[in-house]
């Protein structure tokens, strides 16, 4: 799998968020479909898995209503925690109470790249045809969510002063809502040539939000939601700040610590430092990458 899928991701959040801290771990023995309520594990049970223990399969959690250890068998709750029951398969990972769930970190993956807007974005490029003497073209209803438009080019065939050389186009960006132009459901997005345009083909490249509609555990975070492979670590650190950076501030953890601390060694606003600085890293390489997201398309309207 490849290490900028949505899985992998979630992987290196949860090392990362989980620093120093024993995550325990089992192994399906039998596939699962998505209704049955018994999960047979590999190894042995382990007193952590008890009656009311969480366990999590790629992103679904399960609560534990009866063990069995002679045949490493528990009775679960199927969805548990808001998650969706899934197919898991021989060999899956089994997290045993893990300090974040995945679909916690799943989750705040989601609302950290809707959180970027304008500021960060996809590009993305259509060719269209347009017919002699058109003047305006409404973008696809795909591109309803448009930031603006870095370029057009434009290529046309015609009897006379033929171009190939795919020149820039001279345009206006026109944003209305998806009834505006035509009454039908569509963009609303105009695209006005300041000249009538020759018989050809349109390149359009264009600022849209990342795919999220294709968001998925098994997704590909660059081919199949349109985020440059150098914004996966500034990803990452937002998904953590939005965890509360449990690896850094002890004093904030969600669950029980795996050895106790005396308040005087994590007073009363130590985390304030740590978390401090975590969001001035974090605000540092989102600047950079939206320095040279700038840098590289322009967004000439929007």
Same mark, same amino acid.
Request: glycine share 6%; proline share 4%.
């Given at each position: 799998?490849?290490?900028?899928?949505?899985?992998?991701?979630?992987?290196?959040?949860?090392?990362?968020?989980?620093? *120093?801290? !024993?995550?325990?771990?089992?192994?399906? %023995?039998?596939?699962?479909?998505?209704?049955?309520?018994?999960?047979?594990?590999?190894?042995?049970?382990?007193?952590?898995?008890?009656?009311? %223990?969480?366990?999590?399969?790629?992103?679904?959690?399960?609560?534990? /209503?009866?063990?069995?250890?002679?045949?490493?068998?528990? /009775?679960?709750? !199927?969805?548990?925690?808001?998650?969706?029951?899934?197919?898991?398969?021989?060999?899956?990972?089994?997290?045993?109470?893990?300090?974040?769930?995945?679909?916690?970190?799943?989750?705040?993956?989601?609302?950290?790249?809707?959180?970027?807007?304008?500021?960060?974005?996809?590009?993305?490029?259509?060719?269209?045809?347009?017919?002699?003497?058109?003047?305006?073209?409404?973008?696809?209803?795909?591109?309803?969510?448009?930031? *603006?438009?870095?370029?057009?080019?434009?290529?046309?065939?015609?009897?006379?002063?033929?171009?190939?050389?795919?020149?820039?186009?001279?345009?206006?960006?026109?944003?209305?809502?998806? /009834?505006?132009? /035509?009454?039908?459901?569509?963009?609303?997005?105009?695209?006005?040539?300041?000249?009538?345009?020759?018989? *050809?083909?349109?390149?359009?490249?264009?600022?849209?939000?990342?795919?999220?509609?294709?968001?998925?555990?098994?997704?590909?975070?660059?081919?199949?939601? *349109?985020?440059?492979?150098?914004?996966?670590?500034?990803?990452?650190?937002?998904?953590?700040?939005?965890?509360?950076?449990?690896?850094?501030?002890?004093?904030?953890?969600?669950?029980?610590?795996?050895?106790?601390?005396?308040?005087?060694?994590?007073?009363?606003?130590?985390?304030?430092?740590?978390?401090?600085?975590?969001?001035?890293?974090?605000?540092?390489?989102?600047?950079?990458?939206?320095?040279?997201?700038?840098?590289?398309?322009?967004?000439?309207?929007?």
């Amino acid at each position: 799998m490849a290490r900028t899928s949505v899985a992998n991701t979630i992987q290196r959040i949860r090392r990362q968020a989980s620093s *120093g801290y !024993r995550n325990e771990t089992n192994v399906l %023995a039998i596939a699962m479909d998505a209704s049955t309520t018994n999960v047979t594990l590999v190894s042995a049970l382990t007193p952590n898995v008890q009656v009311g %223990a969480v366990l999590c399969i790629g992103i679904e959690s399960m609560r534990v /209503t009866a063990i069995n250890a002679a045949t490493q068998s528990v /009775t679960v709750i !199927r969805g548990w925690l808001d998650s969706d029951p899934d197919v898991h398969n021989v060999n899956d990972e089994v997290q045993i109470n893990p300090r974040f769930s995945p679909l916690d970190i799943y989750d705040g993956m989601i609302t950290e790249l809707q959180s970027w807007g304008p500021a960060l974005h996809a590009v993305v490029g259509i060719t269209t045809t347009v017919a002699a003497d058109q003047e305006t073209l409404e973008l696809p209803i795909s591109m309803a969510g448009c930031y *603006g438009i870095i370029d057009i080019r434009h290529n046309w065939t015609a009897a006379v002063n033929t171009s190939t050389a795919w020149p820039q186009l001279n345009f206006r960006f026109q944003r209305g809502v998806g /009834t505006t132009w /035509t009454g039908a459901s569509t963009s609303g997005l105009l695209i006005r040539s300041i000249e009538p345009m020759h018989a *050809g083909s349109l390149y359009i490249i264009a600022a849209v939000p990342f795919s999220m509609s294709a968001f998925a555990f098994t997704a590909d975070l660059v081919s199949d939601i *349109g985020i440059q492979e150098s914004m996966l670590d500034v990803l990452e650190m937002g998904t953590k700040l939005r965890m509360g950076m449990d690896n850094e501030i002890q004093r904030g953890a969600r669950t029980q610590q795996d050895e106790p601390r005396r308040a005087e060694e994590n007073p009363a606003g130590s985390l304030n430092a740590g978390f401090q600085l975590q969001n001035a890293i974090y605000r540092n390489r989102k600047a950079e990458e939206i320095q040279k997201l700038r840098t590289q398309y322009p967004i000439r309207y929007s």
